[in-house]
Structures are given as structure tokens and as C-alpha cells.
């Protein structure tokens, strides 16, 4: 009886150890973080010491919430219009951070922003928009003047991209993509919705006419420009896990696709049954179906902007449709969902509406691989309640596909007073190594068919070391730590007192 009464105590005062439904400890929770016109970061471009301070103090405020809310993810824009919030060889400083396109902030906001996001177990992704030069501004940077001489840009309406068409275009994308992977710890690079320009038409007269004929006249020019689209994909995919396998790459589409009149006959898929529009197929030319089928991204996360109850876009109807394509393909489906709306008309009823969304791709999952990721950032104080709610314990993000063996286990775990340590058994230098923390009462049978159970999951952690929280230095516990590869594979765990 007084074991009992001990374990039961244990249980309580740590919150995760006794049997109940929760969230699951596979999924991916993100959040977009726009820093195009300062959306959500920074409020203030400048290069000054002040400026640097109040920037640095609201990208750690942002990731600290972030924390608080147990999400797992963070979608960091460090490209927005051919530019840059990173030390880059290939494109100019954003005018978006400094106020000035080309002037260098005095620090690489996206290192600090990667040691932000490792110290608290969260990962790090690269957001790029791959082809999206300006939506009306006339940049004039050295770079943009060059690029502008050698011809590698096409403009329609406000619009102006690098031009897919282009083999040297593309190839810059694909640079500027190693160019991130390669020099900094990210832990994935996620593309959004600009392709070719929207609403360009097609036909003679048209900018891109000419290299289409030139190109490719055995197709129609949509499809010659949808193949440029794929093309890209598939050149930064072979890219990245080329040079860094354990870094994730996907997409984030406009949120319907594979209609009966545009692609799903092409890649054998089942129409979605909907009444809005594929517009992204012929208006921006990207057709996500053929990136699925084509298995050149690790996951797909399409904006279903829409609300449960939208007449024409119905957020289910679409999820559930995209689930189940995604699943077909071996690919992960993460559904972007938009938080704009809950600033207009009951804040509660509207926060409500995206925690039933998280529970809706909870329960149409089809694979294990659950995952929520919402825009943006500026939304998440206000919808704090509902996502400590659905949030209720750390997850860690789903395992890509099989490992290909068994993953090393950390080296001489061992407690020293209050501190776990452990060494590293590095699997690969190219991976993204990090580890999982677990902590339960002696006794207890803690192992499931997917490592221990996710009620017991404390942290995630980047470091070789972790400092037990107050709650969980009781007597007659025991604690756990395994190798978590970029690819989300546990290793078997390591487990001491």
C-alpha cells in the first residue's frame, strides 16, 4: 500500500503518468513566422545596436510562446523576395529586416533564430518562397541589377518572379537552397504558393512564349510550365538529401487541388469533390499531384484556409481529401490552417473552430503521421486556451518512412544531483541529430509498438545534457533518453534511476 500511495503521488504531480486520452505523441505542430513586410517579425527594420536588441527580444518572445504551447515546429521565412535574413553568398540582405535591400543587420538572424529554437527542443525550418522576386517594388540592389541583365526574371501584373523556364533560374533556386541546408543546423526547408505569376496568360505575345516554342513545342505551354515547376522541386529534393538526408522538404500549396478538370485523371487520383476551384493549376501553374506522385517532397502542408462550414471550400471535405492522397503517395499530409479569421466576429467560437481542425487531421489521419501547422505566428497569444487544450503534451514530429537499421543509442547515460548526461553516438554529421527525454515511476511498463509511450515524453532536446525539472526529482523515479534522427527514428531507449 505505501508503494502504491508513493507511485500514485508521482503520477499526480507530474500530470503525464497515469493512463488518459491526450494528444498523440507523433505530430506536427507549426507555425508560420512571415517576416515578408514584417508581418509578424520584425515590427522595426534598422541596423542599429537598439534595433538588433528589440528584434533579437521579439524573436525570443515568439519562441518562447512557442515552447509554452508545446508546438514542434517553426516555419521561419528567411527568403521573401529574392533576399535574405541570412549571411548569403548569392542574394542581398532583405530590405524587410534592415530597411534597406543589401545592407548588412550586424547579426544572421537565422543562426539566431536555429539557437533559439534548440535550446527549447523546437525545430527549425527554413521558409522559402522559391521563385517570387517582387510584388511591385523595383529593387535595385547589385544583385538585382545583374539578375536583370542576364534576363533570369519574368513579370506579369505586379508580379515578378525568376523565371522557371529558365535552366539558370532554376539552378539558382536550387543553389540558394544548398546554400541554407548546408551552412546552417535547419531542420527542414518548406516552400509556400508562388510559382509563375498570377493570372499570366498563355499564347503568343506572352513574355515566355518564345523559350516555350524554343523548349518544349510538343507540349502546351501550361504543361511546359508546370513541368519547370517540377523540375525544381526535383532538382532541390535530390539536393537536399543529397547533402543533408535528415533535413525535411515540402510544399505548401494553395489548399484545393486534383479537380476532374485540371489534374486528377493525369495522376490517377480520385477528384476532390468540392465546389471551389483548382486556380493554382492554370493561374500559377503549380500542380502539387505530380509532386506527391513523383515522391520529390517529404511532406505536403496545403492552406485550407476555410472553416468547417465554408459553402464552397469545406475544411473536412478538403483535409479528409488530402489525407487520403498524401497517404496514397507515402507522403506526410500537415494541413496549413489560417488563425486571420479569429479576429473577426467571437474570438472564442473562431478558436474553437481551429482546435477542431487540429482534432479533425487528428482523426482523418491515415498514416500515423498526424500534423497541424497555422498561420501565422502574430495569432498564437490569442488563441493561447484553445491550444494548451489540444496541445496538451510534448509531441515529437513523425517518423519519415522506415529507418534504414537500428538507431544508435546515447552513450554513458548516468544523473548527476539534478542533471541527465549522456554522450553522443553520432549516426551521420549530415543528420539532425537530437534526443528525447522520458520520465515515469519505477515499475511502470512503459514501452508501446512506437517506443515509450508518448505519456511520459518530457522534452526533446539538442544538447547532451538536460536538467530535470523540480517535478520530476521525486524518489523512485527513472528516466530515459534515445537518439532521435532528423528523419524522426527513435533510438531504443537508454534508462537510468
Not at 163 to 168: A, R, S, T, V
Not at 238 to 260: L, N, Q, W
Amino acid at each position: 500500500m505505501k508503494r502504491y500511495i508513493v507511485t500514485l503521488i508521482l503520477a499526480l504531480t507530474i500530470g503525464v503518468m497515469m493512463p488518459a486520452p491526450g494528444s498523440p505523441k507523433r505530430e506536427m505542430r507549426g507555425v508560420w513566422l512571415a517576416t515578408a513586410w514584417g508581418i509578424d517579425w520584425p515590427s522595426r527594420q534598422g541596423t542599429d545596436a537598439s534595433c538588433e536588441k528589440m528584434q533579437k527580444a521579439q524573436l525570443k518572445k515568439i519562441v518562447d510562446l512557442c515552447q509554452e504551447l508545446r508546438l514542434t515546429t517553426i516555419f521561419f521565412q528567411v527568403r521573401p523576395m529574392g533576399d535574405a535574413f541570412y549571411e548569403s553568398t548569392s542574394e542581398p540582405w532583405s530590405s524587410y529586416l534592415t530597411g534597406k535591400r543589401g545592407t548588412e543587420p550586424g547579426y544572421d538572424p537565422l543562426e539566431y533564430m536555429i539557437e533559439l529554437c534548440h535550446e527549447r527542443g523546437i525545430e527549425c525550418y527554413a521558409w522559402v518562397n522559391p521563385f517570387r522576386w517582387s510584388a511591385g517594388a523595383a529593387w535595385d540592389s547589385e544583385r538585382d541589377r545583374k539578375w536583370k541583365r542576364e534576363g533570369l526574371l519574368l513579370t506579369h501584373g505586379k508580379y515578378t518572379v525568376f523565371n522557371p523556364g529558365l535552366e539558370e533560374a532554376r539552378q539558382h533556386v536550387v543553389e540558394v537552397c544548398r546554400e541554407i541546408v548546408t551552412g546552417y543546423d535547419v531542420d527542414g526547408l518548406v516552400w509556400d504558393d508562388y510559382f509563375y505569376p498570377n493570372k499570366i496568360p498563355e499564347g503568343e505575345g506572352t513574355p515566355d512564349y518564345a523559350l516555350y516554342k524554343k523548349e518544349a513545342p510538343h507540349m502546351s505551354q501550361g504543361d511546359w510550365r508546370r513541368a519547370n515547376v517540377h523540375k525544381t522541386v526535383a532538382d532541390v529534393s535530390a539536393m537536399v538529401r543529397d547533402e543533408r538526408p535528415g533535413v525535411r522538404f515540402g510544399i505548401s500549396p494553395a489548399g484545393v487541388a486534383g479537380k476532374s478538370n485540371t489534374s486528377s485523371d493525369k495522376w490517377m487520383v480520385d477528384a476532390i469533390d468540392v465546389k471551389a476551384a483548382d486556380w493554382q493549376y492554370n493561374d500559377i501553374y503549380s500542380d502539387p499531384l505530380g509532386w506527391l506522385y513523383q515522391g520529390t517532397i517529404d511532406f505536403i502542408s496545403p492552406q485550407i484556409y476555410w472553416s468547417s462550414d465554408h459553402p464552397t471550400a469545406p475544411y473536412v471535405e478538403i483535409a479528409d481529401w488530402w489525407s487520403e492522397t498524401a497517404s496514397k503517395h507515402d507522403t506526410h499530409f500537415y494541413s496549413s490552417m489560417t488563425m486571420e479569421r479569429i479576429e473577426k466576429g467571437n474570438l472564442r467560437a473562431n478558436c474553437r473552430e481551429i482546435a477542431r481542425q487540429v482534432e479533425h487531421n487528428r482523426r482523418l489521419c491515415r498514416d500515423g503521421a498526424p500534423g497541424s501547422v497555422l498561420y501565422s505566428a502574430k495569432f498564437l497569444e490569442k488563441i493561447k486556451p484553445e491550444l494548451s487544450d489540444v496541445f496538451d503534451r510534448p509531441a515529437i514530429v513523425p517518423a519519415l518512412g522506415k529507418a534504414d537499421g537500428p538507431v544508435a543509442v546515447p552513450l554513458n547515460l548516468c544523473r548527476k544531483e539534478d542533471t541527465l548526461q549522456w554522450e553522443s553516438a553520432t549516426i551521420d554529421e549530415r543528420d539532425c541529430e537530437r534526443y528525447t527525454v522520458y520520465a515515469f515511476p519505477r515499475g511502470t511498463d512503459v514501452m508501446t509498438e512506437d517506443g515509450i509511450d508518448g505519456r511520459y515524453l518530457v522534452a526533446t532536446v539538442y544538447d547532451t545534457r538536460f536538467v530535470l525539472p523540480e517535478t520530476l526529482r521525486q524518489r523512485g523515479m527513472r528516466y530515459a533518453v534515445c537518439t532521435l534522427t532528423g528523419r524522426g527514428h527513435e533510438s531504443e531507449p537508454v534508462i537510468v534511476d
